[in-house]
């Protein structure tokens, strides 16, 4: 997989599809202990007529480096890459903290998005008593089972409990260091006042099951952006594994939408 060394980090990404395709590129930007692959299902369905790229951010799948304080430092490694191969205007989909980090690049660089998508994301964190509970235990017990409580939580009741083994592996190998320094990160994001600024044509992904990020956050974000088309999924916050035919079929509505 081609990299790109950016302020000490080697950040591993994807590049498919046509590049002359008339659309702007679509760029997908992964959560908190993911990577590149959530993106599995929506870059089959969309690198068949345009240009997809995805990233692992850094210390995340297979991208080094450490963890980032603040959201803005994820938002710059994204248009470091960007840059890099030369795209200048852009349609952005974000999940969870991902979508976080679109939600940074919407408001510093309006100019080059286009459109967004945000999956099963907020604009300012609001901690449950349980999760706030958990990240104090965080401390206490082994790194896996704080993963594994985090993984587990995620998941609407009835999904497939291998396949949630499977994602707990998968995030509890990204490095102790990266997932509480993130998590400083999240907890410190708030743009919900900023909102209003926002004037990209917006989706809105939630699962109406998501205990991390309720979507009553969700709605009240919605009601700050002056124009945003929402749609509510029956799964919880991992919607590109749970829901991943829905979700496709959402983000192509969204986009095939003309102004």
């Not at 960007?82 to 969870?96: I, K, N, T």
């Not at 009741?157 to 998968?170: F, K, L, N, V, Y």
């Not at 509510?232 to 991992?238: S, T």
Request: no cysteine; net charge neutral.
């Amino acid at each position: 997989m081609p990299q790109l060394e950016v302020d000490g980090a080697a950040l591993t990404y994807d590049d498919e599809g046509p590049r002359d395709a008339p659309e702007v590129p679509l760029v997908f930007v992964h959560g908190w202990t993911a990577n590149r692959h959530r993106w599995d299902h929506q870059i089959a369905h969309f690198s068949a007529r345009r240009r997809v790229i995805r990233l692992d951010l850094r210390g995340h799948g297979e991208s080094t480096g450490a963890g980032a304080r603040t959201i803005a430092e994820p938002a710059r490694d994204v248009l470091a890459l960007l840059d890099h191969l030369q795209v200048e205007r852009f349609a952005l989909v974000g999940h969870s903290m991902g979508g976080m980090i679109a939600q940074t690049i919407a408001l510093d660089h309006p100019e080059r998005v286009e459109r967004m998508a945000l999956v099963g994301s907020i604009g300012r964190m609001t901690y449950s008593r349980g999760r706030g509970l958990l990240m104090a235990a965080s401390t206490l017990v082994p790194y896996r089972l704080f993963v594994a409580a985090n993984i587990q939580r995620a998941f609407a009741p009835g999904h497939p409990r291998e396949e949630i083994r499977a994602h707990i592996r998968a995030s509890a190998a990204t490095p102790r260091e990266v997932v509480m320094t993130l998590y400083g990160a999240m907890r410190a994001f708030d743009v919900l006042d900023r909102a209003g600024e926002i004037r990209t044509p917006t989706l809105m992904v939630h699962g109406y099951h998501d205990v991390q990020l309720p979507v009553r956050q969700m709605l009240r974000m919605a009601m700050a952006y002056p124009d945003a088309v929402v749609r509510i999924l029956d799964a919880g916050h991992e919607l590109p594994l749970e829901k991943p035919a829905e979700l496709t079929e959402a983000l192509d509505s969204f986009l095939a939408v003309k102004e």
